[in-house]
Structures are given as C-alpha cells and as structure tokens.
C-alpha cells in the first residue's frame, strides 16, 4: 500500500505563473488535506475535500488559491499568479473515514517563487 | 482557537541520554493527539497516535502520555541515537478533521 503521493517535490515558478500541486491519497482513504508550511512556522490547515466536494476552506486564502478532488485522479492545489510570499513547502495528508483516525502525510512540494 | 505550544524549541544531547519533549495546548476539546517526526527538507512522519480515550501510547523507545484536562502531552524516547537527530512535531485535532501543530523541537543527538 503505497503512501500519500505528492507530485512535484520541488516546483520553482516566475512570479505571476501558475502552480499546480497534485496529491494521490492512500488506497481506501477518501478524505484529503492540504497544509502549507512557511519557512521557520509550523503547518497550517488550508482546506479539507473529500471526493469531489469541499468541505472546508477557511485556512485558504480567499484569492489566487483554489484545490479539488475529482471522481478520478489526483487532488490539485492550484495557485494562480504566483507571489514570493507563496514560497513554502505545502503538504498533503490524507485519512479514512472518521473522526478518530490517522492521518497520513506525503512528502510535500516545495514551491519556490522567483 | 487552539494554540499549541512545544518547549523546547532546541534540545542538544549526547548519544544515549533519554529525551524528553513536551506539548500543551489551549482547548482539551479534542479528538486525539498525534506526535510526527519530520526530518530537513522532507515529509511527517506518524510516530503515535493517541486518542482522547488514552492516557499513554508505547512504539519501542517511543512513549507517549496525554493529560488532556491539563492540556498536556510529553514524548519520550529512551536511549537516544544520532538517527533519532530531526524536528518532532505535536498536533492536536480539535474537531474532526483539522489538526492544529506546534512549531516543534528540534533535536540533535550527539554522537
């Protein structure tokens, strides 16, 4: 049972461009979390989907970001127009059903705006 | 809002020392407390889990205890080695999906 699957681990975008994360849970979960870590801060809580529905965004900012966990494939975390204060290491967890379980982490890209 | 805080933030010890690592939080309205390991420039790694129910959690030289009325929980690792040298990472789930994580401490095994 492979892990949480995080592409790319490293992204290095122009201000301005676009960025685009993606995330595989582990087989059987279907709740997915994205987390964002800025240099010397801890991991704060952007959004969390479950299949093809948002159910909480209140840690995202309210412009340039958007995510999605369509039917199929991976989840994405699209930032749109990319500043240097986007640079950070974004992380996805994900977890089976219910309140009281594990959550798993992938590996993270790192997003590096120049 | 929960406010979780680790002390330490640094911690330096010879190889086979006992360490000691300790996370308090603002709310004890929680779901459970997870510990995680992250080394430089990579992902979290779970090391234990506890569930609000629990008061310890035991992995080989890993233990956990959780006092949530006080809003405490420390980790220790027995007879620490050079590879255990990465920053710990404490995060409380106050509702049934967010995790809110300490800044962590960051620990150095000397060998």
């Known amino acids: 049972n492979a892990g949480v699957m995080q592409n790319p681990r490293h992204l290095v975008r122009r201000r301005g461009q676009e960025a685009r994360l993606r995330c595989s849970p582990m087989?059987?979960?279907?709740?997915v979390y994205w987390y964002r870590q800025l240099p010397e801060e801890g991991l704060k809580f952007m959004v969390y989907l479950q299949k093809e529905n948002i159910i909480d965004e209140s840690g995202m900012p309210k412009e340039r970001f958007s995510a999605e966990f369509p039917k199929e494939g991976p989840s994405i975390l699209r930032i749109q127009q990319v500043v240097r204060g986007d640079s950070a290491a974004y992380f996805c967890?994900?977890?089976?059903?219910?309140?009281?379980?594990?959550?798993?982490f992938g590996q993270g890209t790192r997003l590096t705006v120049v | 809002k929960q406010e979780v805080t680790q002390i330490p933030a640094a911690l330096s010890v010879p190889e086979g020392e006992n360490l000691v690592l300790n996370c308090s939080f603002t709310d004890s309205a929680i779901y459970n407390l997870q510990w995680f390991r992250q080394d430089p420039g990579k992902g979290l790694t779970s090391l234990l889990l506890?569930?609000?129910?629990?008061r310890e959690q035991t992995s080989g030289r890993l233990n956990a205890s959780l006092d949530k009325s006080s809003g405490r929980s420390t980790l220790y690792i027995a007879a620490s080695q050079p590879g255990d040298s990465a920053t710990y990472l404490c995060?409380?789930?106050?509702?049934?999906?967010?995790?809110?994580f300490g800044a962590g401490t960051t620990v150095t095994v000397r060998a």
């Open positions: 087989k059987g979960h279907s709740h």
């Open positions: 506890i569930q609000s129910s629990q």
């Open positions: 967890a994900s977890s089976p059903k219910g309140p009281n379980t594990e959550a798993f």
């Open positions: 995060a409380v789930r106050p509702d049934d999906y967010k995790l809110s």
